[in-house]
């Protein structure tokens, strides 16, 4: 799963352009991941919920994993949280198959923020709370 992002980062992030090459960048290599990984049980745009329209980029249904991709690392913590309360608004509302894990990835930059700026305490609470463990990985 994420090798598959690392290849299609590779292929399709830009390096220098406008916001807007940047989030044409962005939107291909997430559909060409979501694509390339899913099938019957790992499902792209998956609604939280069926009073709004939030969706997890993807989720492993037989892991009962959820996967949330910001391709640039900035302002990653700010995707973060929001990504966080999809996926716990998610369980309230799929109490047969809740998640246990959310994997968070971005460029290193956002990444290395995040580690900086999350309480590990706040994990551990997310942890034991909502039964949901947390990963953040690397592109």
Known sequence: MIDKLR??????????????AYTRSAITITKEWQDAVCNKTIRSE???????NEKIDIVD????????????????HHE????????LTYNINHEE????KLVFISEDGGIESLKKRIDPKFLEMIEKSHKLSVELISI
Do not use: M
């Open 7 to 20: 290849e299609i980062h590779r292929e399709h992030r830009i390096t220098n352009g406008n916001v807007s």
């Open 46 to 52: 998956v609604k939280v919920s069926p009073s709004n």
């Open 61 to 76: 249904r037989t892991n009962r994993t959820a996967y949330e991709l910001k391709v640039s690392g900035k302002n990653a």
């Open 80 to 87: 973060f949280f929001k990504d966080l309360v999809k996926a």
């Open 97 to 100: 198959n809740q998640l246990q």
